[in-house]
């Protein structure tokens, strides 16, 4: 607080005082400490836990540190709970989250201290990374070839949906502690889904369980009402063997990604776009509810603009190709972010509009990048690769808070951060080669040799005509 006699000044000799001392060293206001405590305003929340201890002034970066706490937990979350699933399967690692995250939730709303916020938000955030991508894992590992992309987007609006659940529940519950109740509710809710979800048969095949992966095959065929030839079904547990072998012949680790130079540029290219997607869309997510006096309105329209690029994400991908489709809109990302610097605090409506726009782009990068990370990495390597890229990304989720937290010095300083660093992503994507109608890499031969050749003419094509000739060709 300024050192100024609030007892006898009005409040605009207070403002009066504030400005003239702007820019003027020798009658610049001194700040000291407040010492009479604080009085918080109960016209949005009744309780928050700023409120609850005070983290205000010299402590505000405390607050800050409540969310860092929970996307570093994510970042240990997601090797450890990898590691379940890849050793005890899908099903009982994701069950296992939820019980885990739903007890921690619980004990969040009864924290008795600060540190013990800390704590149980760490444990809580171990889990909630992991517990959407390995359903989504799932997803795609029990469904065929022709429907993932389709299973890929029904999972990405299921996480919108849920978002717009939590804003309703945060805008009718304003104390902390009670928002940390209710929103732990429905995890019990998932946990009476286990007699439900099956086990990954994928998982079932590399860990060579053929007697239970024969059984959920027969299940399947019996529920789409096809009836199997007594011939296959004799020869169905040899038939497995044999993709078994075929499939897990080869056995890989994250180190070799990095062993030869054209894997290691497109993964470290990759790990920067996923950095630079996460860091920017949760920064965006947390920028935009707390910028103005419209926390809830403002939530909710940053994820109603996450709704249209689910629709012609798709489209974009095989039109435009992959990397026309990942540059662009980060780059316009980086302009709407950019175009607010310079603008004072007063005109919300105009720097809210701008990043709700840049939110809709970074949105679409993010699902654009997901496909590229599926096609650009070998199948043998797949799945460390993708896991490898989740745990840089989390450092991004790390330092998103501090960054946002630098609109208290000056409103846009978070947007020009996030231009920044839309612009040398949307850079770093000429360097990848294109994927769209392209076979994907299976080896780790294949994932060195694919886009090796890239010349700059290349680099600086996005454009991939030469898929369009091809299909013409073949037609």
């Not at 980060?330 to 990043?355: D, E, H």
Request: charged share 15%; glycine share 6%; hydrophobic share 45%.
């Amino acid at each position: 607080m300024y050192d100024l006699d609030y007892a006898t000044l009005s409040r605009d000799d207070v403002l009066g005082e504030v400005n003239r001392s702007r820019g003027n060293e020798t009658s610049k206001l001194k700040t000291i400490p407040c010492t009479n405590g604080w009085v918080y305003s109960k016209s949005v929340y009744t309780s928050t836990v700023v409120t609850e201890w005070d983290l205000v002034c010299n402590r505000e970066v405390l607050a800050s540190v409540a969310f860092a706490a929970s996307t570093l937990g994510g970042l240990f979350g997601t090797l450890l709970w990898a590691f379940l699933a890849d050793r005890y399967g899908r099903k009982l690692a994701y069950f296992s989250m939820v019980g885990f995250q739903l007890a921690f939730g619980v004990a969040t709303a009864f924290a008795p201290n600060l540190i013990s916020f800390y704590i149980f938000r760490f444990a809580s955030g171990m889990c909630s990374e992991f517990c959407y991508t390995l359903v989504l894992l799932m997803a795609l590992e029990i469904t065929g070839t022709k429907t993932r992309a389709l299973m890929s987007v029904i999972c990405s609006v299921a996480y919108t949906a849920s978002v717009l659940v939590v804003i309703g529940l945060g805008y009718a519950v304003r104390t902390w502690n009670g928002f940390a109740l209710i929103s732990s509710a429905p995890l019990f809710v998932l946990a009476l889904l286990w007699p439900f979800l099956p086990e990954s048969p994928r998982w079932l095949l590399a860990q060579k369980r053929y007697t239970e992966l024969e059984e959920y095959l027969k299940k399947v065929a019996r529920i789409n009402g096809k009836n199997l030839d007594p011939k296959f079904e004799a020869d169905l547990p040899e038939i497995l063997r044999k993709i078994d072998e075929s499939e897990h012949a080869v056995k890989t680790s994250v180190a070799d990604l990095f062993r030869t130079p054209n894997l290691r540029k497109k993964t470290l290219i990759l790990s920067f776009i996923n950095f630079c997607n996460l860091g920017v869309f949760s920064g965006l997510n947390l920028f935009e509810p707390a910028f103005g006096n419209q926390p809830h309105y403002n939530a909710l329209l940053a994820n109603l603009v996450e709704l249209p690029p689910y629709v012609f994400a798709r489209f974009a991908c095989d039109r435009g190709g992959r990397r026309l489709s990942l540059f662009y809109p980060m780059l316009l990302c980086s302009i709407f972010c950019l175009a607010t610097s310079g603008m004072p605090a007063s005109q919300t409506t105009t720097i809210l509009g701008l990043s709700l726009t840049a939110k809709l782009c970074i949105t679409l990068t993010f699902l654009v990048a997901e496909v590229y990370e599926e096609e650009l990495f070998p199948t043998v390597i797949r799945g460390q690769g993708h896991s490898f890229t989740i745990v840089i990304s989390q450092i991004a989720g790390i330092m998103v808070p501090f960054v946002v937290m630098l609109g208290q010095h000056y409103a846009v300083l978070p947007l020009i951060v996030f231009g920044i660093l839309c612009i040398i992503a949307a850079a770093s994507v000429l360097f990848l080669p294109e994927t769209a109608g392209k076979e994907l890499p299976q080896t780790l031969q294949d994932g060195e040799s694919f886009g090796e050749d890239m010349t700059w003419k290349k680099i600086l094509t996005l454009v991939p005509t030469r898929r369009r000739k091809g299909r013409r060709a073949s037609q």
